[in-house]
């Protein structure tokens, strides 16, 4: 079965730096996506970027990029830039045949 | 264009009672999945509907049941309440071509308090 793991429970940032959240993820499928969805106090999944596997150039969105490592199953995002509106839970994503999420990490943006 | 709505936002069941939470897909969505939140968790997949019949499940018990509706909204049945089953039930949708394209969309969610 597919896992996906976020190994930090919390982080914090001061705004206007740039910070990167980890995501690793085991599989043996070959064709699959990855996302970051950010979760605020208001509950809502949004999505935040999205990276299909059998591209090798890293998906970036505005102030959002990820560094992907297919070989390494690894999925990170980095914030630039940081804002206040950014903090949030930050989850990974993986879907292949079914949508696995990773338990969260917790971004705290500092005045 | 709409987005997806849940309803109700919030609900207090007791145990071994029934419910049934609602979700409206966002327009030009065909695709609904719920996913379980519990505390401090990421969402667990329950179950997916695609064209009205359940097309993929997670590992939860035969006592989740669901709906498609011609509209594609859809609902989540809970029988037999447990404790445990306190939790955010989250409702996504997705465009034809399927969620590994382009993600869901997600609904704020209903969240279920059992006691």
């Known amino acids: 079965a597919q896992t996906v793991t976020q190994s930090q429970p919390e982080m914090s940032v001061q705004e206007a730096e740039t910070v990167t959240l980890s995501c690793t993820y085991d599989?043996?499928?070959?064709?699959?996506?990855l996302f970051w969805y950010k979760q605020p106090p208001s509950r809502q999944m949004i999505l935040v970027i999205r990276?299909?596997?059998?591209?090798?150039q890293n998906a970036t969105e505005n102030r959002f990029s990820v560094n992907f490592q297919k070989a390494a199953k690894s999925f990170s995002l980095k914030i630039s830039d940081s804002q206040l509106g950014d903090a949030a839970m930050y989850f990974c994503?993986?879907?292949?045949?079914?949508?696995?999420f990773g338990t969260g990490t917790s971004l705290t943006v500092i005045p | 264009e709409t987005g997806v709505t849940q309803s109700p936002t919030h609900l207090i069941k007791t145990r071994g009672q029934q419910v049934t939470l609602r979700c409206s897909s966002q327009s030009g969505h065909n695709t609904v999945s719920w996913y379980q939140q519990a505390l401090g968790q990421g969402p667990q997949f329950i179950f997916q509907y695609y064209r009205e019949e359940e097309n993929g499940r997670g590992n939860f018990p035969p006592r989740f049941s669901g709906l498609q509706f011609p509209n594609y909204s859809s609902e989540l049945n809970v029988n037999a309440l447990e404790l445990d089953d306190s939790a955010l039930y989250l409702c996504a949708s997705s465009p034809p071509g399927g969620q590994s394209n382009y993600g869901y969309t997600f609904g704020s969610g209903t969240r279920l308090t059992v006691v």
């Open positions: 599989t043996s499928e070959s064709d699959y996506y």
């Open positions: 990276q299909e596997a059998y591209k090798q």
């Open positions: 994503a993986y879907s292949g045949n079914q949508f696995y």
